[in-house]
């Protein structure tokens, strides 16, 4: 009978040690690999194809006394180390009675993002222009002010608010967000999602 009852603590022992020990011999750290396993990043070129179904756009523009058709088109996020920022390019083309064929150009934005609990989907936040750069600017020599300055603020606003519009990916539509979603953050100029159990 005593021998029977060493036996089963000897077993209980012996089970309970192989549940708690990782196959290194130490004990595993579930909280820490929970947290690994449901973390995951937005692949960019994701975030680009969600950016294909909505431009380009067209739409009429004012700013003061200048008027015109602003045509966005190919926004493309990409990559860059150490930045906590997402990085969009998008290209550009301004229409009125100063240009009737047309300024072109390309806007460089930083941007952060914004998460909707309710419809899951992920916008910008907070864009800032880094850089606009023209590929034909030239005003007619009759024209007694520089238009160049209007223009360039014109199309920022336009472009950035025009972004801020739209959503870059739907989180609903992932396999792989199926638990609570904790955070949603940039790093790297990618997005890291951070689900619970």
Known sequence: MI?????IVFAVFVFSGCALTGSSGGKTNYNKVDKVNYSFIIPTPKLNDTL????????????GAMKGTLYIKDPVAYEQNNNDKLVVVANFKFVNYL??????????????????????????KNL?????????FSSSKYITYDPQEIITKLI?????????????????LDSKSLGT????????SRIFVNLGL
């Open 3 to 7: 021998k029977n009852i060493i036996l």
């Open 128 to 136: 800032k222009v880094r850089d606009i750069k023209f590929e034909n």
């Open 52 to 63: 294909k179904t909505q431009y380009p756009t067209q739409q009429t523009v004012s700013y």
């Open 156 to 172: 920022a606003k336009t472009v950035l608010e025009s972004l801020s519009k739209k959503y870059i990916y739907n989180l609903s």
């Open 99 to 124: 240009f009737p064929k047309g300024l072109n150009g390309i806007i460089d934005i930083t941007s952060g993002i914004r998460f909707e609990v309710k419809s899951k989907k992920i916008f910008f």
């Open 181 to 188: 979603i904790e955070s949603v953050k940039v790093s790297n």
